[in-house]
């Protein structure tokens, strides 16, 4: 198969997203349009992926994500399990003291139980770390 260089502008959702336009590939998209290898910024939970390959259809803007891609990011998602585990927390005033509810999820990926001794310590102005014993 030949491989067509592609100069002009593809139709896409979000042009930004798209940088570099390779070659039209051999098979089409569900749509019936033609299908272009390019790249575009993955971000999943709110958590930048960077630039991956991708393939992005002419006539309706789908973008596709080749397995290999997404078994990469899904790789590195389970490598940092923590992604899927952020939890936005509210202080809470107990006697003198403030309290920190840890969500279930977060308690039970810690393996975190009432009683369980840890040291706090703060890592700056704006980070508060929490080191578990045992
Ligand atoms: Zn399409």
């Known amino acids: 198969m030949e491989k067509n260089r592609i100069k002009e502008n593809i139709p896409c959702y ?42 992005i259809c002419t006539s309706c803007g789908s973008e596709f994500l080749s397995d290999q891609t997404v078994e990469e990011i899904e790789c590195e998602v389970k490598k940092r399990k923590l992604f899927g585990l952020e939890k936005q927390v509210t202080v809470v005033k107990s006697g003198n003291s403030l309290v920190f509810r840890i969500p279930p999820e977060i308690a039970k990926f810690l393996k975190i139980h009432p009683k369980k001794i840890a040291r706090m310590f703060p890592l700056d102005e704006k980070r508060l770390a929490i080191e578990l014993s045992g």
Do not use: T, W
């Open 14 to 55: 979000n042009k930004d997203m798209v940088r570099i336009v390779e070659e039209i590939l051999d098979y089409p998209c569900s749509c019936g349009g033609k299908l272009k290898k390019s790249f575009c910024s993955v971000e999943f939970f709110g958590h930048d992926f960077g630039e991956r390959a991708c393939e």
